[in-house]
């Protein structure tokens, strides 16, 4: 860990807990990709975003220089701070790592006091993963009021949510095997084929206060989680009238789309709607009968067949302010599919298909 960064922290620590109040600022995480022998490497990564350091720029004592942090971009947020690679030669090495106590003088992954992530090969050479999230098993108010005495810093219990909200804390495995959930809740709980990701905020706020154990497999002979049958679709499509070539997917009978793209054919019409994405809360927004302005050069781009990528998405969705759910909605490729059908209701465009040309069409307002 860059010397520099060490001594930020007590300063970057003030201004972190004032920033987010305001906005998704603090990330810390780890990468931890695990072999079949049990060895692997991991990342660990602790970063502000730019905001923080713009406001410590306003006491003359605490200058920082960002070209002396490393740079990285975690869930489409930039942070600045220290990223370092480790590597274990055996689980028991990786779940020290994962403890904070390997004993080197380097960048830990802090959980939480109360709660504990555990790797261990099963008996048919996969392995089982264990979170225990306990988030009541000490009282630590004393410890907390003393922390913000400490930093002259009032707090109320509705500070430290909004501060908890702007927190991105996350750990993902990559395992040799499909993943498997066998206990605990969905909340927080990204399962991609060998892929795990646990979202440690979205996990505790689901519990509120609750205790829970949470499982996962991965063993030879899983299936990917979520795995769907999907096709490259084949069938035309127009919209008010005019042929678009544009990628889209049929599963099940019905077709799915980009939501850029839809934007994109509709921008200027009666239906017209912008798309953009809230990074602090990871959610899509829609915003019906404005302008699509914010485009960002993929829209209309037909790729490779991905088909084979398909896996149900638990992308979040927001339109004109309401959360939007029951929505159904696939992950083809790292890019999310919507059901046109169910775009044309929420949004406002009718949907048809022409059997005899095998044609969707669309019709704007």
Do not use: H, W
């Amino acid at each position: 860990m860059k010397k520099r960064f060490k001594k930020l922290i007590p300063a970057v620590l003030m201004a972190a807990m004032l920033i987010m109040l305001l906005c998704g600022c603090m990330y810390e995480g780890i990468d931890a990709n695990i072999n079949q022998d049990g060895s692997g490497t991991v990342k660990v990564s602790v970063g502000y975003t730019q905001e923080v350091y713009d406001m410590m720029q306003e006491d003359e004592s605490e200058k920082v220089d960002l070209n002396e942090l490393e740079k990285f971009v975690r869930n489409g947020e930039t942070y600045y701070g220290n990223t370092e690679n480790k590597t274990f030669a055996n689980l028991e090495e990786l779940n020290a790592i994962l403890s904070g106590e390997s004993g080197e003088d380097s960048q830990e992954f802090q959980m939480d006091d109360s709660s504990s992530v555990k790797v261990e090969k099963t008996a048919n050479g996969g392995f089982l993963l264990t979170l225990t999230a306990t988030p009541e098993a000490e009282d630590t108010s004393d410890e907390d009021a003393e922390s913000a005495e400490n930093l002259d810093i009032d707090l109320s219990d509705e500070d430290v949510e909004s501060m908890a909200s702007g927190m991105d804390i996350e750990m993902v495995f990559n395992f040799p095997y499909n993943v498997k959930q066998t206990a605990g809740a969905n909340a927080g709980i990204a399962v991609e084929g060998k892929k795990l990701t646990i979202g440690m905020v979205a996990v505790a706020e689901e519990l509120n206060g609750k205790s829970e154990v949470f499982k996962f497999t991965a063993e030879p002979g899983n299936k990917a989680a979520g795995a769907q049958s999907a096709v490259a679709s084949k069938q035309n499509l127009m919209v008010n009238g005019v042929a678009k070539d544009v990628e889209m997917y049929n599963i099940d009978g019905r077709n799915y789309f980009k939501l850029r793209d839809i934007a994109y054919m509709l921008n200027g019409t009666g239906s017209q709607f912008n798309v953009d994405y809230d990074s602090a809360n990871k959610t899509m927004v829609i915003e019906k009968g404005k302008a699509y302005t914010t485009t960002n050069g993929t829209e209309m781009q037909v790729g490779k067949d991905n088909s084979a990528t398909t896996r149900r998405s638990t992308q979040a969705l927001k339109v004109d302010d309401e959360m939007i759910s029951g929505l159904t909605v696939y992950n083809i490729g790292g890019v999310n599919f919507f059901q046109l059908r169910e775009l044309g209701d929420l949004v406002g465009f009718e949907v048809g298909y022409v059997p005899e040309t095998k044609t969707a069409t669309v019709t704007s307002k």
